[in-house]
């Protein structure tokens, strides 16, 4: 037999034991205010004020589960009870025992009820999914590409080989590397191309100003500029 099960049937045969009424466990009362509060309630016989009593001790004073049990156990019916248990629960310093609040109930479907009530009470509450940022390509890794870029002998075949790195990648890149693989170029006008076309493979977008030192004009470092002006796709976008 399971631990589940055997819980499950003892909270069972606790409800079939006759319910001790006003005559349950005493209360350890932790002040002189609470003790006079609680023989107040013993005393009320008008079952509204007696529930109106319990949640006015509730007000006051945070309990214990068998505390709760206890003056639920006072109330009138299982009705009250559950609503006095319901108001109780975020109140009671040891939530975790509140299983015991069960031993004041006389119906199970009350008992079901409450356990229901206090699942969904103490169930996180599931937050919004954050995504991880990509994966950006290891310096140990860069510089196996760069490597290769620098093997090339023209700047046609490294064009080639760097957009082919750049479009398979499963990581992203950062401005700094970027600027790096441009520097591998001859000329300014390639340069500039892989420039633009890498913008789509970065990580880190607000810092692609440094892809600028790789360049050696003035007006190529505008063009770069303006050409980035114009994106208006989201630093996540799909790539082109």
Known sequence: ???????????????????SGTGAEPLQAEDENLQDRLRSLSAE??????????????????????????IAARLADDAARYDFAVAAYPRTIDPENFYEVYDAFTTLSKVMRLH??????????????????????????FQSILQSLRKEAF??????????????????FLSRQIQQMVECFDFE?????L?????????????????????????SKATLSRY?????????STRR
Do not use: C, W
Not at 189 to 193: G, I, Q, V, W
């Open 228 to 236: 980035i002006q114009s994106r208006s796709n989201p630093p996540n």
């Open 189 to 193: 006008s390639n340069r500039l191309e």
């Open 45 to 70: 016989t008008n079952p509204p004020e007696r529930l109106k009593r319990a949640h006015s001790i509730l007000s006051m004073h945070r309990l214990s589960s068998l505390q709760v049990k206890n």
């Open 116 to 141: 229901d009530h206090i699942g969904k009470a103490v169930r996180p509450k599931p937050g919004p999914v954050m995504p991880l940022p990509p994966a950006t390509v290891s310096n140990e890794a």
């Open 1 to 19: 037999m399971t631990y589940g099960r055997l819980l499950i049937g003892l909270m069972l045969l606790q409800l079939l034991l006759p319910l």
């Open 195 to 219: 420039a633009k076309f890498a913008y789509d493979y970065v990580q880190d977008r607000e810092m692609y100003f440094l892809v600028n030192d790789g360049l050696e004009f003035d007006a």
């Open 155 to 172: 700047d046609q075949t490294r064009s080639q080989l760097a957009r082919q790195i750049l479009t398979t990648s499963d990581k992203r």
